[in-house]
């Protein structure tokens, strides 16, 4: 599998709707792909509270409509991402968005861990309740967003519903880029499973972004990673890596220490068994 991350910048002096149509021309520029990746929030930006609700959108909103274009025009597996979804009853989301290679909606997954500490995402969005994974069958993708990275009990459920790659758009801070580093590697080992970390660039709302989108193989090996500007990161993924080094050193099969009973529910890929 062939899998582009989109490093995008997100400039507030930018609109939404110019780097909409910026980033779909990105992705269309990524034939040969299999999957491409935009990160969180790119196209408000992950910090600017101040435009969350009135950038929110529905599931058939522009951006979910611009990027089931763009992925059907390119033929991939196209993560776009997450936006700030508005639910019919009015509460938001931070909702990931996943398109098949026909430019369906195959999948979304609304973020469960909300940043903030008592401010902003935190109070203004609703926690999201379902384990997600989607994609073609011998690539199962686990969906997680940015914060979701540092809670590992999250990824084993990913895991254990059959994900093979896990999937993290963010807006990760600048000062906090060594985290990101380090728990995309950890995430890697623990769950013996490819880690595509794909990171927005730039400063919005007076936080600079991390940049540094990453790819991690099943052994913790950093197979790609960017520095902080804006560009598009390709790495070629060995599936099949994922389920030698799952039986050279089966630590997953030697687990004795259960989780608490999850409250989320897992939605699986009904292709994939998952």
Not at 104 to 120: E, M, N, P, T, V
Request: glycine content about 10%; hydrophobic content about 40%.
């Amino acid at each position: 599998m062939r899998a582009s991350l989109v490093q995008i910048d997100v400039d507030p002096d930018e609109t939404p709707e110019s780097r909409r149509d910026r980033a779909a021309g990105v992705v269309r520029a990524q034939r040969g792909s299999d999957l491409v990746v935009l990160p969180e929030l790119w196209t408000l930006g992950a910090f600017a509270y101040d435009s969350f609700v009135s950038g929110a959108e529905p599931l058939d909103g522009p951006t979910a409509r611009a990027m089931a274009d763009a992925a059907r025009d390119t033929g991939v597996w196209l993560h776009a991402g997450s936006i700030v979804e508005r639910a019919p009853d009015g509460t938001l989301y931070n909702t990931a968005l996943v398109f098949s290679p026909d430019g369906a909606l195959a999948r979304s997954y609304r973020k469960i861990h909300r940043f903030g500490f008592d401010q902003g995402e935190a109070v203004m969005m609703g926690a999201g309740e379902e384990i997600v994974t989607t994609g073609p069958p011998d690539a199962t993708l686990g969906l997680a967003i940015c914060y979701d990275l540092r809670f590992p009990e999250l990824f084993r459920l990913l895991t254990e519903a059959g994900a093979k790659v896990l999937v993290i758009p963010a807006g990760w801070p600048a000062s906090r880029r060594e985290h990101w580093r380090l728990l995309a590697r950890a995430r890697a080992v623990e769950n013996q499973a490819y880690v595509l970390g794909c990171c927005s660039t730039g400063t919005h709302a007076g936080v600079e972004q991390a940049g540094c989108s990453i790819v991690v193989d099943p052994w913790g090996e950093v197979v790609a990673e960017t520095d902080a500007a804006e560009q598009v990161l390709t790495a070629e993924l060995d599936l099949g890596r994922v389920d030698q080094v799952r039986t050279d050193l089966p630590v997953l099969r030697d687990r004795v220490l259960g989780l608490p009973a999850p409250t989320a529910r897992t939605r699986g890929n009904a292709a994939a068994g998952g």
